[in-house]
C-alpha cells in the first residue's frame, strides 16, 4: 500500500513540472493557412454503384473443424419365443394348357347308314391375310322306322372365305353353299293309301342356298363394322327367293361434349326379301311376296348410383311392294338393372320389341316339311315387357329368373295340310297330285298372340372340369282367331351336363317338351278336322371320347338313347336311338 502511494505521488508532481515550462515562440510565416471549400455538382454513374456477386466469395477469419462423433452400442439381451416356421410355396394348378390347331379333319358312321363328315381347313398366305374353307355332309338313310314313305335326309355345307387384315381396317368376303334334302314322309293316319298311291307320290323335297358376303371392320372410326349378304334359296319345285341384306354399325364419343358422356351406339340395317311359288296349294295362282325395310337402332348405357341403364329405341320403315303398303313402326329398347348385393343378386325390368321380316328360307329351316304354297308376311312384336334376377349364390352357383309378357301380331304356325287324295286317287283334273299334297305337308297360319312367360336357369360349376345346370320355359298363349297354338309347346326343359378329363371328355343333355295340339283333317277335304295332340316327349342324348394325342382323337355320340319314338310335329315321328363313331384329327397344316 505504501508503495503503491509514493508512486502516485511522483508521477503528480512530473506532471506538474512538465505545465509549467514555457512554450517555444514560432517563427512568423508569411502564408497564413486557410480552409478552402470546393462545392460541385455530382452526377452518379452506374459504374460506381457496389455490385453484389451472384456467388460471393465469404473469407472466413477462422476455420472450424468438425468435431469427430465417437459412438458405442450397449447391447442388452433379450428373450424372444419366435421360431420361423418353413414350409413350401403352394402353386395354382392350372392344368395343361390345351394346344390348339388352326385345322380339323372328322369322320364317322353311325346305325341307319349315317355317315359324316366335317372339316375346317385354314391356310395364311401372308402374315395379313388368310384362306379357308369349311365343308360338312350328314347322311342317313331311311332312319324312321313304320314309315310308307322314304324319310331319307341329307344335309351338305360348304363355306369358303377369304380375310385380309389392313393398316386401318381388316375385310374378308365368303361364299356359302347349303344343300338340304328331305322327305315328306307323314302320311296321315286315317286315310289308307293304295299301293299305287304310295308308288305315284313323290316324296322328296330339295332346298338350296347360295351366299355371297363381305364384312369390313374399322379401327379407330366412327364406323365400327359394316355387312352385306346376298342369297338366293330355291327349291326342286320351282320356287325361289332372292334376299339382299346391309348393316353398318356407328360409334359415336360423347366426351366432346361433357366428359362423363358414354358412347353412342348405332346400327342401320337395309333389308330385301323377294319369292315366289309356283301355285297355290289350293288353286293354281303363283304367289309372290316382296318386302324392303330400312331400321335404325340407337342405344345408350350409362351408370347412375349403381343402376346401369340402357336407353334406345328400334325403328323401321317397311315396304310391302307386292301389296303397295307401307308402314313405320317404332319400339322402345330399354333395360335397368341394380345390384342389390353385388354379384350375388341383380335385378332387371326391360321393355323391347322388333319386326321380323319372314322367309321361305327362315320358315322352312325351322320346319322342312311345309310346303312350297307358303303365305309370307312380317311379324311385328309390338310390345314386350321383361323382368327378373340373376346372379351368383356362391362362386361356383349362377341363376337366372325372368318373367315377359309380349303382344306379337301376324305370329307363325304350321298346320297340316288336308290331302287331296282319297287314298286311290293320285291326281284330278288331269293334274298329277304332287308329292305334298296328300296331307303329308305343312301350311303356315298366322294369328295375333299374347304370351306370358316364365324362364329359369341355373348351373353350378363343380370345378373347371365339370358343369351341371337346368332350365325350364313355361309360356301361356292367348290367340285371337286360331283354337290353338299349333305344334308349339308350352312347357320345355331341359338338363345338361359336362365332364373333362385329362384323357377323355363326356356331356349328356336331357330334354322335356310338353304336349301340343295339332289338325287331322277327316277326309280328303279342308273341313271338318279334329283336333289332335302330340304326347309330351323326354328326349336323352350322350356324348363322350378320348384324346390319344393332342391331334388325334375318338367320339361317341349317342342321340335319343331311351328311344322314344315321339312326334316332333303332326303325323312326322322322329329317329329312334341313334348311335355314331368317328375320329378326329387336328393339325396345323397340310403344307
Known sequence: MKKFITSLLILFTAFVNAQEKNPTKKANDSIKTEVVNVVTSYVPKVTDAFKIKQKPQVTHTKQTKKKELEYSIFSVPVASTFIPKSGTMKKIDLGKRERLFANYLSIGFGNNVAPSFETFIRQSEYYNSELGAYAKFNLSIDPVANTQLSSTFYNAK??????????YFDWKIGLNI?????????????????NIAIDAIEEAQTYGFYNVTGQINFEESYINEGNISIGFFADALESSEFSADANVQFTFPLDGIHRDLNDLHLNT???????KFVQAYENTDEIKHRFLTLGAHPTYSFLA????????AKAYFSL????SVNQFFIYPDVEVSYPVVKDFANVFVGATGDLTTNSYRSLAKENPFVSPTLNVVQTNQKHAAFGGIRGKLSQQLSYNVKASYSDTEDNPFYSLNYSKSDGNSVSNGGFTFFGYEFGNSFRVLYDDMKTISVFGEVEYDFDKNTVLGANFEFNKYTLTNQQHPWNLPEVKAEVFGTYKAKKWYAGGNLFFVGSRKGVQYVGN???PFNVVSLKSYVDLNLNGGYNFSDSFSAYLNLNNVLNNNYQRFTNFNVQGFQAMAGLTWKFDSLF
Open 158 to 167: 360348304l363355306n369358303l372365305f377369304y380375310k385380309q387384315t389392313d393398316r
Open 178 to 194: 347349303d344343300r338340304d334334302k328331305y322327305n315328306w314322309y307323314g302320311l296321315p293316319t286315317n286315310i289308307t293309301y293304295s
Open 269 to 275: 340395317a337395309i333389308n330385301f326379301v323377294g319369292g
Open 305 to 312: 348410383k349403381n343402376f346401369l341403364v340402357k336407353l334406345g
Open 525 to 527: 277335304a279342308p273341313a
Open 320 to 323: 310391302d311392294l307386292q301389296n
